[in-house]
């Protein structure tokens, strides 16, 4: 791990930290699925390990690789994104107080307004593109946590990560990244001053659409949080597969190459739909003219991301139209994966949102710009 830290993400990612089989020399480390372990003879555990639930072999690679990608001190890996980024919450005691940004992954909003009076915790919203809203709201010595994203759910706006971060810590409170769009290639939520970063592994990190799992790194792995999330884990149980964390780890080899390409894919789209006359608006902090272009460039490298939304003339008719005509954008949601979606967002959020009627929401994938592009113009056309 010490060494690891030295290398370039890119080749750590590729190696999956260049482990080893160490009986037969094999590149790719043997998947653990047993369940569980035998004892030796003297009825003590053999490398501390009894039962797959407290500790997984396979999962603890996976973690490791995460872990030494966002130079985080430790790393646990959950069954499901939503899963990592509500594991913190758990930790927390009757009357604690957790802000969350107004403009979010819509499933943490959905788990804060459906439990968090059933756990006696409160909660409140504030804009993150505004860190003085945090100010308005924030409770010191209350305030536990204050979760964001860097790109937020649906429509990409950005927050100061460093600023948020400032008034978190002096009130006392930590602050969580949901990093799933931005992944460890674009971003590092820990240096930039977050205290716990989370990833709906199912999305890119993975990138094949085809596993459920979710990422939760701390910057300082000594903390009370830390280690009661840790408790969480085992003691309520949500411990993913070993499949899972196989296919994960294939999946991080790759992270690099297909983030650097959907970032440039998505920057390309999102110049020609700005000047489509059946979109109304272009939702990419990557285009010169977003308000936010700045302020994402002060805090990413290399690309903007894969993911985009517009809003399309006319209302959600329209928008389902579109949806519906196109044959390489799968009408799909989720997200990160090579191939590319599109998505009428309003419909699988629900009602819990403000998300426009509208909108529809794009995950770039790593196709042939040519054929993304003629894709969605022969889509668009069947509105005017
Ligand atoms: C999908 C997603 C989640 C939830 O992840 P699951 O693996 O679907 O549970 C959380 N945050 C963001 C930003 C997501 O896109």
Redesign the pocket.
Known sequence: MEKAHKLHPQTIAAQALGEICPVTGAVIPPVQLATTFARDKNYQQRDGREYIRDTSPTVEQAEKIICALEKGEDALMFP????A?TAAFHTLKQGDHIVIAQTL?H??THWAQEFSEHYGLSVSQFDATDPDSLKQVIQPGKTKIVWL?ILA?PTWVVADVGAIAAIAHQAGALLGV?A??TTPVLCQPLDLGADLV?H????YLNGHSDV???LLICKQAGTETWQRICDYRKLAGPMPGARDAYQLIRGMKTVYLRVQKQSDNALVVAKMLEKHPAVEQVYYPGLPSSPYHSLVNKQLQGGFGGMLSILVKGGKDEAIKVATSTHIWKPAT??GGVESLIEHRKTSEGNITDTPDNLLRLSTGIEHIDDLMGDLNQALSTIL
């Open positions: 499901s994104g939503l899963s980024c992954y499933g943490v994203e759910n949901d799933t769009v989370a709906a592994a199912t999305k459920l799992a979710g989720s997200l």
